[in-house]
C-alpha cells in the first residue's frame, strides 16, 4: 500500500514538473496583406507557472519567394532577416501581448506562404508548442500607382527603403513608350535612375548608397515627366 502510494506521489509529482509552464493565444487561421505590404501576426504568450520563465521562438522553415523576407519584432522593433531565434522573458501570470512576426509581402499577388515556428521553455526544451503560420498576399486594394496606355506603374517598393535594393513593379502596354524611373533628393540631384524594359516586369535599383532622407521618384515616359512622388530611406 505504502509503496503504491509512493509510485502515484512520483508519478504526480513527474506531471508537475513537465506541464506546459506557458500558452499561446490570438492565433488565426491566415494572416492576410497586399503586394508590398508588411503583414504582422501578434502572439500572445502567456506564462502559466509561477515561476519566471524564458521562451524560445525559432522559425524551423519557410515557403517563402525572393521578394519577401520574414522578420521577429517586439513592438515596432524588428529583428535582421537573417535572426531565426528570439527570446522573450515572462513573469508569472503574465502575458506578453507585444509580440509578433512579420512577413514582408514581396511584390507577387495570389501567393501563400507557409512558415513553420517553435516556441519553448529554455530550461526546459520537452515544453514546446509547434506553430504553422499561413501568410496570404492578395491583389491590391489600393490602385496603382500610375496608369496610361502606355504603362501602368504598380509599386516602388519597399517605401520606406530599408534595403539594398529599391524594387519597380511595372507592366508596358506600348512597345511605342520608353519608360525609366528617375530618382533625384531634396535639392533636385539625381542619385539614380533606370530603364523599365518591356520585357520585364520588375527592375531593382541599387539604393546602398543612398543616405537616411526624403527622396523623390519620377516616372518618365518618352523623356516627359508624368508622376513623382515621395520616397523615404531609412537606415
Known sequence: MVRSLLLVIMLFGGFLAYSQAFEISNLQDSYKGTVGETIKAPLYFKNTSEKPITIIIRKVNDDIRSTQKTYFCLDNNCLDQRIHDFSI??????????????????????????????????????????????????PERASNLYTSRYITLTNVYPNPVTDDFISVAYKVLSDQAKAKIV?????????????L???????????????????????????????????????
Do not use: C, W
Not at 530618382?183 to 530603364?195: D, F, K, P, R, Y
Open 89 to 138: 522573458r515572462i513573469e508569472p501570470g503574465q502575458t506578453l501581448t507585444d509580440f509578433h512576426v512579420a512577413l514582408e509581402g514581396g511584390l507577387v499577388e495570389g501567393v501563400n506562404s507557409l512558415i513553420k515556428y517553435i516556441a519553448y521553455n529554455k530550461l526546459s526544451p520537452n515544453q514546446s508548442i509547434e506553430l504553422d503560420l499561413n501568410f496570404a498576399v492578395e
Open 183 to 195: 530618382i533625384h533628393n531634396i535639392l533636385g540631384n539625381l542619385v539614380a535612375e533606370s530603364e
Open 197 to 235: 524594359p518591356s520585357v520585364d516586369n520588375v527592375v531593382k535599383i541599387k539604393a546602398e548608397n543612398l543616405s537616411a532622407g526624403i527622396y523623390f521618384y519620377t516616372l518618365y515616359i518618352n523623356n516627359e515627366g508624368v508622376m513623382t512622388r515621395k520616397l523615404i530611406v531609412k537606415k
